[in-house]
């Protein structure tokens, strides 16, 4: 179980003073369930995301994991501790093979058969890709399967997602959706994944609007979801523009 | 040759004993070994060190190992090594030199390998550099590589310097035919207060001529790098160097390339990049659960693997 108890994080702001990106949250993950953040741009969720994985520090607040204080545990001794993290623009590297990386995440006692099967269940025909370096000769959709698939291969008690549907192709989206599901019927990973697609809220156990830097919301989708959707309606309405929740 | 000369012998050419096919091998300042095929001679040169490695033409699928190893302290010495390789061949070409140096005094070879490749064949050069020993002296190393490639010739070179030398000057030169192609690849790593230099001339004069020039550096603590290529399109033909420099700690690495078109048709392009560490690579790898130097330790090898 993951908890974020009073997490607050400020930023330096244009005229001295602090910004505040994340505002007093409490908030409490249960094992097992997967749950979509969602909310406008420069709400906080990203930030939220990076404040669990330990890429951000809280201003001050706490982060409980499996009952055990983690909030000034680095980002190496979260991973160990059983978080993966998903980057909403993965990284490049020259001279690291995807089959390295993929090691990396699983292990060094990973057998190759298991990198291959990490790949396909991505999309991804695993002679292809595995030799090839992860730099920009890959595409960002490539990027976005492959950092996928790592989280994967790290198969760890709680999986963060910064929005995993960012820069996918609508063939790799389909397969995304299925590779969520599949994590979350295994039973073994907790999701938390930050996304504005509805079809990906649409199978969440439960969905949390953050606004603000402030929790906005928090219910099951039969709660949340028509009230997201009927606020889109109305920008629907009131600008014509095709909008994303 | 000793465990000190074995172990040079290891760590510049792979070798665990004598290779098959030719090979001369150099410790300390003379020839220790030798071997010749059929097709591939080699004989020591009478006005000065240094051998000529002579290739029949039509030898295919050989190799030639000419490794130098320097153990004693403070020797120094000046070496001409030149390769004939004929018409229509296909073979390797292993070099390479490893300083022990545990005195005080400085330990230096110098070596100019000159390169007449015939036409339609293909040669593989690798050449690694490196250095040990806990001695005060220095670990010097100059080579100078001189290439001519005929009609559609191709010489791939892969040149490593990853550990131990103190101050190298490294500089390739070439003229290409006709339809001839060039690559080389170019891994350095300097570390402690190590300089290296390194350079290259390359004149495109044959028609459909063309050369990728890549190197990949990493400079740690104080030591310094210079990166210099003169890629010159005299003819249709098409250019390309790339250099990617990692700095870590006080280091400092600079890249002045040149490339000058004297022709309409050639197309040249020069692409530099040097900086630290992306910090977002790091914290990918910590993700993973590396720490912070083990991920540091992983971006660098695999940018020099």
Wanted: glycine fraction near 10%.
């Amino acid at each position: 179980m993951l908890e974020l108890q009073n997490l607050s994080f400020q930023v330096p702001g244009d005229d001295r003073d602090q910004k505040e990106i994340i505002r007093d949250i409490n908030l409490t993950f249960e094992d097992h369930t997967f749950i979509a953040i969602t909310g406008p741009n420069g709400g906080g969720k990203s930030t939220l995301a990076r404040l669990i994985m330990g890429i951000e520090r809280p201003t001050s607040g706490r982060i409980l994991f499996n009952g055990k204080d983690i909030t000034d545990l680095d980002i190496t001794e979260r991973a160990k501790a059983g978080i993966s993290f998903a980057f909403q623009q993965p990284v490049r590297f020259k001279g690291i093979k995807v089959k390295d990386l993929i090691t990396l995440a699983a292990g060094s006692q990973v057998k190759l058969p298991n990198v291959c099967d990490y790949l396909s269940r991505v999309g991804l025909c695993a002679r292809d890709y595995i030799n090839r370096d992860v730099d920009a000769s890959l595409s960002g959709g490539e990027l976005k399967r492959i950092e996928i698939a790592t989280i994967i291969a790290r198969n760890t008690p709680l999986a963060v997602f910064d929005e995993p549907e960012a820069g996918i192709d609508l063939w790799s989206f389909q397969n995304l959706i299925r590779v969520f599901e599949e994590m979350h019927q295994s039973r073994e990973n907790s999701l938390i994944i930050i996304s504005h697609q509805e079809r990906i809220l649409n199978i969440a156990d439960e969905i949390i609007v953050l606004a603000g830097g402030t929790v906005q919301a928090r219910g099951r989708k039969s709660e949340i979801l028509p009230e997201l959707l009927r606020g889109t309606e109305s920008c629907q309405r009131a600008y014509g523009a095709d909008m994303q929740i | 040759m000793d465990e000190i000369q074995k172990n040079l012998l290891e760590q510049v050419a792979g070798l665990h004993e004598m290779p098959t096919g030719a090979y001369n091998i150099r410790a300390d300042g003379k020839s220790v070994d030798r071997a010749t095929t059929a097709h591939i001679d080699i004989v020591s040169k009478d006005d000065r060190q240094g051998i000529d490695i002579v290739i029949k033409p039509g030898t295919k699928n050989e190799s030639v190992h000419i490794p130098v190893v320097l153990s004693e302290s403070g020797l120094t010495e000046m070496v001409y090594n030149d390769f004939y390789v004929g018409d229509d061949c296909d073979v390797t070409i292993v070099a390479g030199c490893g300083i022990h140096n545990g005195g005080s005094e400085d330990s230096r070879h110098d070596g100019v390998h000159s390169f007449y490749i015939g036409k339609n064949s293909h040669v593989k050069y690798v050449e690694k550099h490196y250095g040990s020993g806990d001695g005060k002296g220095g670990r010097i190393m100059n080579p100078e590589t001189v290439v001519e490639l005929g009609e559609n010739s191709f010489l791939e070179m892969e040149t490593v310097q990853i550990k131990g030398v103190d101050s190298t000057k490294r500089s390739t030169s070439a003229k290409l035919g006709n339809g001839a192609r060039l690559i080389v690849t170019e891994k350095l790593m300097t570390h402690g207060s190590q300089t290296a230099e390194t350079s290259f001339q390359v004149d495109l004069d044959g028609e459909g001529s063309s050369a990728n020039i890549i190197s990949r550096s990493v400079a740690r603590d104080d030591s310094t790098q210079m990166f210099l290529s003169k890629i010159n399109g005299n003819n249709r033909c098409a250019g390309h160097s790339e250099c990617d420099g990692i700095i870590m700690d006080n280091a400092k690495i600079s890249a002045v390339p040149e490339i000058t078109a004297n022709h309409l048709d050639a197309q040249l392009i020069h692409e530099a990049a040097i900086g630290k560490i992306a910090g977002e690579q790091i914290t990918k790898l910590m993700t993973l659960g590396l720490t912070e130097e083990e991920a540091e330790a992983q971006i660098v090898n695999g940018f020099l693997k």
